[in-house]
């Protein structure tokens, strides 16, 4: 509990930058591995993902020693480090983006009679592989283990599956895609609100992630009145 609260502090320093490791806390799923006032890393336990924040070099480099050689993946949120984790682990895809948070407490309200949002279950897999352009990312066990945790929603227009959304499992938004025929209706935004409150009734925080360039994704988000991190996090692969 003495470690949650000090990392919590660091981590407060700045909400939009470190929005993922501080949800991670707050439910409760995040293994503490080094906390310091200047750094903290943690692994998440449910999705096995690393998270690193470093004020300083010399931090950073005591928080890499602490970290397993069986390490896959980390995300990062400074890049000045990125370079010692890249030649200790051989990390070799990187993948840049900026947090996306929902500030508010006040749910969104979008009222729309045409467009129903249930959770989906298997019956839906295929549906979602053939539409979800991130297949690199998010494989088949990985949808169907999203399935099995209620952790996607679906739109219906006249009973006619549409797109869908999901919560990760370290806890972001994401997974968002709608079939070409039904897009510029509000149905993104649609997804994206009923994620935002679900997040909302248990205290979380509403957060997703836009790989850089992905222009798209940031004004929808920010017409949802999300606040955009000016800073980057950095996912580290092997």
Request: net charge positive.
């Amino acid at each position: 509990k003495i470690m949650n609260n000090i990392a919590k502090d660091v981590l407060l320093k700045d909400v939009l930058l470190n929005v993922d490791m501080l949800e991670c806390i707050r439910r409760k799923s995040a293994d503490i591995i080094f906390t310091s006032k200047t750094g903290v890393l943690i692994r998440d336990i449910v999705s096995n993902i690393y998270m690193m924040y470093a004020e300083d070099i010399e931090t950073a480099k005591a928080i890499v020693k602490s970290i397993s050689q069986d390490i896959d993946i980390i995300e990062t949120h400074q890049e000045f480090y990125n370079n010692v984790l890249k030649e200790r682990f051989n990390f070799k895809k990187k993948i840049v983006c900026n947090n996306l948070v929902y500030m508010s407490a006040k749910p969104i309200n979008i009222l729309s009679d045409s467009v129903e949002i249930r959770l989906l279950g298997h019956e839906h897999k295929d549906f979602i592989i053939k539409n979800y352009s991130e297949k690199s990312l998010c494989n088949e066990e990985y949808i169907c283990g999203r399935l099995d945790a209620k952790a996607i929603y679906g739109a219906f227009v006249k009973n006619e599956l549409c797109g869908f959304v999901g919560k990760h499992e370290e806890g972001s938004i994401g997974m968002l895609e709608v079939t070409p025929k039904f897009r510029r209706m509000g149905i993104a935004s649609r997804l994206v609100a009923r994620v935002v409150n679900e997040t909302l009734v248990y205290g979380g925080y509403p957060y997703g992630q836009a790989k850089e360039g992905n222009e798209a994704s940031i004004k929808l988000n920010k017409r949802l009145e999300f606040k955009i991190c000016p800073n980057k996090v950095y996912w580290l692969f092997k």
